[in-house]
C-alpha cells in the first residue's frame, strides 16, 4: 500500500499542491541566475523547468518516482535546456567532480533521507564557485508556530513520505560547507507549519 502511495497518490499531490502560478514566482526567483550545465535534485514533475534562465543548456535531473518523470515529459518537451534523468537519490549522484555549474533543490530538503550525505554530494560536484538554489520550507522563527512543527512532524513525516516539517534550510547549507549568498524567508498563504519558506543561494569556495 506504502508503494502505490508513494509512486502513484503522492507525485500527483505535490505536482497540485506545489505548483499554480503563485508559486512559480518563487520558482522563478529560486532559479535566477543558474546557467551552463545544472544538477536538480528532486526534478519531480518538472515544475521548475519554465523557470530555468535561457543560459541553462542542460539539467542533470534526480528523481526517484517514476511517475514524476512522466508527469514531466510535457514540460521538459516544451522547455528549452535539455533534460537527462541520471539518478534516484541525491545521496549518490553518478556524476563526476567539479562537472556542474550550478544546483538546485525545490522542496525537496525536507524529505532526503541523507540529507548531509546529499548535500555534501552537491558539493562534490559543483565547480568552485558554482551555487546552489533552494527554495524549501521549514522549521520558523516563531517558537508558536516552531512548537506545533515538532508536534506534527512524525504525521507529516508519513504523509509526505519522509518529509520534515523542522529542518533548516540555511543552516543545511552553512554545515555543508557553502556560503549563503542570498537568502529570502518569509510566510506564504496557508497554515502557518507549513508555509514558513526559505529561499537560497549558497556558493561553493573558490
Known sequence: MMGLYREQILPRVI???????AMQRFRDRA?????GTIVEIGFGSGLNVASYPPEVELVYAVEPAALGQR???PRIAEG?????HVGLRGESLPLADE?????LSTFTLCTIPGVERALAEVVRVLRPGGTFHILEHGIAPDRGVARWQHR??????VLGDGC??????LALLR?????????DQRYVAGPKPWTFMTQAVGRKPV
Open 15 to 21: 505536482d497540485r499542491v506545489c505548483g499554480g502560478v
Open 31 to 35: 532559479c535566477a541566475g543558474l546557467n
Open 71 to 73: 508527469l514531466a515529459a
Open 80 to 84: 528549452h535546456a535539455r533534460v537527462e
Open 99 to 103: 562537472s556542474c555549474d550550478g544546483a
Open 152 to 157: 506534527l512532524d512524525p504525521i507529516q513525516h
Open 164 to 169: 520534515h516539517l523542522t529542518r533548516d534550510p
Open 175 to 183: 554545515n555543508a560547507g557553502l556560503e549563503v549568498i542570498e537568502s
